[in-house]
Every structure is written in structure tokens, then in C-alpha cells.
């Protein structure tokens, strides 16, 4: 119970921090949309990020984060505050030389990048010369955002979660304010967004340096490279770079798809997947985020049933909340991204494109999250070689259903076909952690999961009725926005309700958690 505790405090905070983030966050995307809509420049800026942001996702989320949270736990234990700095300013040290030059060889070849990502941006010479030029002036943006990376893998491990949770607040506050302060002055206005995400990136990294060095932590050039700490961090991230790049070539794959489609369409996909971020983030991401410490914990005592218990616990947290947000973007998708997004230069065709793309997404939330936590498992026993070879599959499927769907689907087609690798990834997971590990309470796991699913259902058609039975199309912006509340309210209410009424244990639990909080 310790450590359930452990996982849900944790959770909760990164997940707090993360709804406060994504609030800005929508905030930013309505700033952007509101100026840029769904077209060119858009299409342009969003192919751009993406292309600068993989190697955030590669060392933010992945290969870096997991592989050195396991052995930076183990080697705390073992050495002295110092000895412990020092392995802390080694890692520093060697990464910003590797991001760095990473960075360098981006600036340089951005585009042949570019013509890799995104093929049928060629067709189009203003918009493929604007992607590369906004691709080489957001790859420094890696080196800040790597290094964040590593400070909150320190920060994490002493089991501060708040820093990092709320970096991301910092980064949407720098685009925000570019957009508005800068754009106006500019003669290409979405170049203002590239020097906010850049911006955005320092800022993230900085906001960390004040926690570091509470906890005796601050790095230091310290060219120590034979440390073994830094040996084993390597090794464990060899495969999981592999593995996260198999993730990367996902979105590459998509990018490439949504490049070849009608304009606007990549513009759809990223605010449909921004949208996504947020019951991700807040639900799968944080307790992913908050179970890998506890599952290094029990690994390195050995453990074994509380590591299957806390497992067992994170699975049904994330069930419990995911299964209702799911049930809940299938019905609202199209009003919430009307009152969001609907103004200015994003119009009527802009809103109905990026609500399919959503509502196709939506699919994939449930296996998303609870996948990030399977491969939380794999990481704190050091095996990242696994799940590389799990992605490898789910990729193959990727782009099986991507040739299967676009055609159909256009755009969303590309959406469903994410959603459905997804599925395929977290399905062989689980059968390979039951092979390994054994039983983890499956049963109690499927039985909340369905009595989530039951009352999810429930909920779902009490609010379609009330936001489609009421003329939602026809109403003014104002009163769409305190329907669309209305049925947020009373969708968790009566989630909430039905919960209790069928004895879901989750419920009692964080009952009893968020009593004793208080």
C-alpha cells in the first residue's frame, strides 16, 4: 500500500502539473490557430517542429529518460553524494557534447531531412524552402530540451516530480508570447514560433538548475567518461534508441502519408494529436512516469510481488480514468474542437478535419497508456532490447494500415491506423510480461476494467443526448461553451456515481487518498 501511495502521489502531481500545462497549451494551439489556421504556413511550421522534436522524444521519453532513471537509482545507493555528483556532471557533459553536435549535422543537411519527411512538400517550393529554413533555425532546440531530459531523470529518481511536470508550462508560455509580441513584426510571421519554441526549450532546461542543486545535484563540465555508470547507461540505451526510433518511424511514416494528402491535413493531425496530450499526459504519461522509480525499487530488492502489485495497481489506475476520457472524445470530439479552435483563420472545414482526425486518435488512448507502462517494466528490470523488437512489429502494422486506410480515410485513416499499431503493441506486451513475470492479478484488472467500461458507456450516452438533442450547431459560441461544461460536469458525476455503485476499488482508493491529502 506504501507504494501505491508512492505511485499516485507521484501521479498526481505530474498529472496536476500536466492539465496546468495543457490548459497553456490549448492556449497555444488556439494562439497558433487563431493567427496561422490550417493551411500553408501552418503545414509548414508543424512538419518543421516535428522534424526537431524527434530527438526530444527520443531522450525526453524514451532511450535517455528510462535507460538512466534504473541505473542512476541503482548507483545512488551505492556511492556517496559526491561520487554521485560526479556521475550526475559526467552525463551532462558527455550528452550536451552529443546533442550538440547532433544539432549541427541537422542545421546542415535540413533539407535532405525535409525531402525525407515530407515528399509531397517538394510539389510546392514556397512551402518546402519555408519548412527548411524553420527546420535548421528549431534544431537547437534539441540540445536544451536533451539536457532537461537528464535533469529530470536526476529529479525523478530523488522522487521530485513537480519541476519537470511544469517545464512544459514554460515552453508554451514562450510561443504564446512570440506569437503575439514578435509575429506582428515580422515579415514571415511563423518564423516568431520557431524562436518560441527555442526559447521555449531554454527556458524548460533553466527552470530545473534551482531543484538540482537543492539536491546537491548541479552539474559541472566533468569529462569522466569511463565512469561504468556511464557504460551501463549506454548499453541499456543503445537498444532503446532503437526502439524509439521504430516509435519516430511511425511518425515519419504518418508525416510522409499526411505530406501527399490536401493542405491542412498535417496541420489536422498534429492539433487532433495535441488534443490527445492531454488525457495522455495526464493519465497514462504520470503514472508511467511515477510507477518506473517503485518498479526499480522492488527490481533491485527482488522483490517480485510487490513489483506484481504495483504493476497491478498502475494498470487499474490507468484503466479507471483512461476508459472514461476515451468514451468521452468519441462523443465531444466535434464540439470541443468547435469551441477551441473555431476563429479567425481556422475555419468551418479546418474544425470538421481536425475533430476526425481526434475522434480516430481516440481509439488508441487506452493501449497507449497502458503500453507506456508495460514498457516501464521492461525498463526497470535493464531490459530495453524487448521492447524494440515489439515496436518493430507494431511498426510493420503501422504501415500496413496506413496503405490500407489513407485511401479510404484520407487524414483519419492515418489516425486509425496509429490507434491500431497501438493495439497490436500492447497486446504482444502483455503477452510477453505474463510469460515472463506470470500472472500480475489479471483478473482483478479486467473486472475493473469492465466495470469501467459499463459505467463509461453509460456516461457516454447521457451527455450525447444532452450536447446533440439540445441544437448544439446552432447555437452562439458562448452557450456551446457552457453546454459543452455542463456535460463535462455531469459526464463525471455520473462516471463517478456508477463507479461507486458497482464497487470499483479504484474509486474507494482514491477516495481514501485524496481524504487523507486533504
Known amino acids: 500500500m506504501s507504494h501505491e501511495k508512492k505511485i499516485t502521489g507521484a501521479a498526481?502531481?505530474?498529472?496536476?502539473?500536466?492539465?496546468?500545462?495543457?490548459?497553456?497549451?490549448?492556449?497555444?494551439?488556439?494562439?497558433?490557430?487563431?493567427?496561422?489556421?490550417?493551411?500553408?504556413?501552418?503545414?509548414a511550421f508543424f512538419m518543421a517542429f516535428r522534424i526537431s522534436n524527434l530527438l526530444r522524444r527520443l531522450v525526453g521519453e524514451g532511450a535517455l529518460t528510462s535507460s538512466f532513471i534504473p541505473i542512476f537509482t541503482e548507483e545512488m545507493s551505492k556511492?556517496?553524494?559526491?561520487?554521485?555528483?560526479?556521475?550526475?556532471?559526467?552525463?551532462?557533459?558527455?550528452?550536451?557534447?552529443?546533442?550538440?553536435?547532433?544539432?549541427?549535422?541537422?542545421?546542415?543537411?535540413?533539407?535532405?531531412?525535409?525531402?525525407?519527411?515530407?515528399?509531397?512538400?517538394?510539389?510546392?517550393?514556397?512551402?518546402?524552402?519555408?519548412?527548411?529554413?524553420?527546420?535548421?533555425?528549431?534544431?537547437?532546440?534539441?540540445?536544451?530540451?536533451?539536457?532537461?531530459?537528464?535533469?529530470?531523470?536526476?529529479?525523478?529518481?530523488?522522487?521530485?516530480?513537480t519541476a519537470p511536470a511544469l517545464s512544459p508550462v514554460f515552453f508554451n508560455l514562450a510561443i504564446i508570447l512570440c506569437v503575439f509580441a514578435l509575429a506582428p513584426f515580422l515579415d514571415t510571421p511563423v518564423f516568431a514560433l520557431a524562436i518560441g519554441v527555442l526559447l521555449g526549450g531554454v527556458l524548460q532546461f533553466l527552470v530545473q538548475l534551482p531543484y538540482m542543486r537543492k539536491f546537491g545535484m548541479m552539474p559541472r563540465p566533468l569529462f569522466n567518461f569511463k565512469d561504468p555508470a556511464i557504460k551501463k547507461i549506454f548499453a541499456l540505451m543503445a537498444p532503446a534508441a532503437f526502439g524509439v526510433g521504430v516509435y519516430q518511424l511511425n511518425i515519419m511514416v504518418t508525416l510522409w502519408f499526411s505530406s501527399r494528402l490536401a493542405e491542412g491535413s498535417v496541420?489536422?493531425?498534429?492539433?487532433?494529436?495535441?488534443?490527445?496530450?492531454?488525457?495522455?499526459?495526464?493519465?497514462?504519461?504520470?503514472?508511467?512516469?511515477?510507477v518506473l522509480p517503485s518498479l526499480s525499487e522492488h527490481v533491485a530488492k527482488k522483490d517480485w510481488d510487490g513489483f506484481r502489485g504495483s504493476l497491478s495497481f498502475a494498470l487499474r489506475i490507468v484503466n479507471f480514468v483512461t476508459i472514461p476520457a476515451t468514451i468521452g472524445l468519441f462523443v465531444l470530439s466535434f464540439p470541443i474542437i468547435d469551441i477551441l479552435f473555431r476563429r479567425g483563420e481556422f475555419g468551418g472545414a479546418a474544425s470538421e478535419g481536425t475533430a476526425i482526425a481526434l475522434y480516430y486518435y481516440a481509439i488508441g488512448l487506452v493501449p497507449v497508456s497502458i503500453s507506456r507502462i508495460l514498457s516501464s517494466v521492461f525498463y526497470s528490470s535493464k531490459d530495453t532490447v524487448t521492447p524494440v523488437w515489439i515496436a518493430f512489429i507494431s511498426f510493420i502494422a503501422n504501415v500496413i494500415f496506413c496503405f490500407l486506410l489513407v485511401e479510404p480515410l484520407g487524414h483519419g485513416g492515418l489516425a486509425l491506423a496509429t490507434s491500431l499499431s497501438s493495439i497490436v503493441n500492447t497486446i504482444i506486451l502483455l503477452l510477453v510480461l505474463k510469460k515472463r513475470f506470470g500472472r500480475f492479478d489479471g483478473r482483478a484488472i479486467f473486472k475493473s476494467a469492465f466495470k469501467s467500461g459499463v459505467a463509461s458507456l453509460i456516461m457516454g450516452?447521457?451527455?450525447?443526448?444532452?450536447?446533440?438533442?439540445?441544437?448544439?450547431?446552432?447555437?452562439?459560441?458562448?452557450?456551446?461553451?457552457?453546454?459543452?461544461?455542463?456535460?463535462?460536469?455531469?459526464?463525471?458525476?455520473?462516471?463517478?456515481?456508477?463507479?461507486?455503485?458497482?464497487?470499483?476499488p479504484e474509486i474507494m482508493f482514491l477516495k481514501d487518498f485524496i481524504k487523507k491529502r486533504g
Open 79 to 161: 556511492r556517496s553524494k559526491e561520487d554521485t555528483r560526479n556521475l550526475v556532471s559526467s552525463v551532462f557533459t558527455i550528452f550536451a557534447i552529443i546533442l550538440t553536435g547532433l544539432a549541427v549535422l541537422g542545421i546542415i543537411f535540413s533539407k535532405e531531412i525535409v525531402w525525407v519527411m515530407s515528399p509531397g512538400f517538394a510539389s510546392d517550393p514556397l512551402k518546402f524552402g519555408l519548412t527548411i529554413e524553420l527546420t535548421r533555425l528549431m534544431f537547437p532546440y534539441m540540445v536544451f530540451i536533451g539536457l532537461m531530459a537528464i535533469a529530470m531523470g536526476v529529479l525523478n529518481s530523488y522522487r521530485h516530480f
Open 461 to 504: 450516452v447521457i451527455i450525447y443526448l444532452i450536447i446533440f438533442k439540445s441544437g448544439f450547431e446552432a447555437m452562439a459560441m458562448p452557450v456551446k461553451t457552457v453546454l459543452l461544461s455542463v456535460c463535462l460536469v455531469v459526464g463525471v458525476a455520473v462516471y463517478v456515481i456508477l463507479a461507486r455503485v458497482m464497487k470499483v
Open 12 to 43: 498526481s502531481i505530474v498529472g496536476s502539473a500536466t492539465v496546468l500545462s495543457r490548459i497553456l497549451g490549448y492556449i497555444r494551439d488556439a494562439a497558433v490557430a487563431y493567427v496561422f489556421g490550417a493551411g500553408l504556413y501552418s503545414d
Open 267 to 290: 496541420s489536422y493531425l498534429y492539433y487532433a494529436g495535441r488534443l490527445m496530450e492531454l488525457p495522455l499526459g495526464v493519465f497514462g504519461v504520470a503514472v508511467s512516469t511515477a
